[in-house]
């Protein structure tokens, strides 16, 4: 008789009156991959330039595969003394002017292009002469303090429409 009347404590724990009970944990959330896991680079390519070239300008199509919206905040090279993140403008005069720039957005709804006459990375002082053939080592980074590095092919680099003199800074 003794443990029937003892069953309703045990079944509740210590037997305090309407503890609630305890939400079972939710699963940790699921971190995204780093962004640099996560984009493709297409069409990677950097402008010849004639020998002694104070610059020259990399350009290719960067797709977010997955996850949220991303940033490549910033570049580097073994290749430039100095790497910057480009746009181009047109100045008050109509006359097409390159612009630094903080970021290049990344969606998964769209690829961002970086072509001549628009976004583009600029190698400025470059540290050695690169010909059609060979290769430029070029680092991303981006927003999340994740990085890619690539190998970009030096390509002759035809001028279109839009494409702005290397000189109009």
Same mark, same amino acid.
């Given at each position: ?121 600029? #190698? ?25 590095? #690539? ?19």
């Amino acid at each position: 008789m003794l443990a029937l009347a003892l069953l309703p404590l045990l079944a509740c724990g210590t037997g305090a009156p309407d503890a609630p009970l305890a939400a079972p944990e939710a699963p940790p959330a699921r971190a995204a991959a780093p962004v640099a896991d996560r984009v493709s680079v297409t069409d990677a390519r950097t402008r010849a330039m004639p020998p002694g070239s104070p610059a020259t300008g990399a350009f290719m199509t960067l797709t977010l595969q997955s996850g949220p919206p991303a940033a490549v905040v910033g570049a580097s090279s073994p290749d430039a003394a100095t790497v910057e993140l480009h746009t181009h403008v047109s100045g008050a005069d109509g006359t097409m002017q390159m612009r630094k720039v903080d970021r290049f957005d990344l969606d998964p709804a769209a690829p961002t292009v970086l072509a001549p006459g628009g976004l583009h990375i600029m #190698l400025i002082s470059p540290t050695r002469d690169v010909a059609v053939g060979d290769t430029v080592s070029l680092t991303l980074q981006f927003d999340d303090g994740s990085a890619s590095t #690539l190998q970009v092919p030096v390509r002759e680099i035809q001028p279109g429409a839009g494409a702005p003199s290397p000189h109009a800074h």
